[in-house]
């Protein structure tokens, strides 16, 4: 089996069962674009830190190896986001997730979230976008 073909279907999978627990997801999937989901959700800021490109790991793993990095953020965006939306046009579906499950966490507040900016990261390893992230 080619070794692209299997990390891509694996990358799939892996999505596809994360969605599965966060929470919101089944009722994200069903709700029309633009319209909220049921829950509150949480008021946060997000601002794009840094944005990673590991062209080995591309070159490796990727069936486009020299696709760069993330299209999609530039270093020092900033976006005022409520995690009980939709996600954002033109927002990283796969850093919406990541951030929404960091956000509505309910263990954050042991950590001190609540207080401090957290910084996190897109899932993507071969190109990951590095953003912090603050509860308004």
Known sequence: M????FCKIASIATAAIGMCRLPGA???AQTPPGQA???????CKVTIIRRECHIDLQALFLDDPESGPCPCFKAGDEFELRTSTCCPKNF???LWNTICA????????AVGFKNAPAVI????????VIV????L
Do not use: F, I, M, Y
């Not at 080619?2 to 073909?5: G, I, L, P």
């Not at 960091?102 to 507040?109: F, G, I, K, Q, S």
């Open 92 to 94: 990283c579906p796969q």
């Open 2 to 5: 080619n070794r692209r073909h």
């Open 26 to 28: 089944a009722a994200n």
């Open 37 to 43: 989901l049921p829950s509150l959700g949480h008021q």
């Open 102 to 109: 960091w956000v509505n966490r309910d263990d954050n507040c």
């Open 121 to 128: 990261s897109c899932p993507d390893g071969t190109r990951p």
């Open 132 to 135: 912090r992230v603050e509860k």
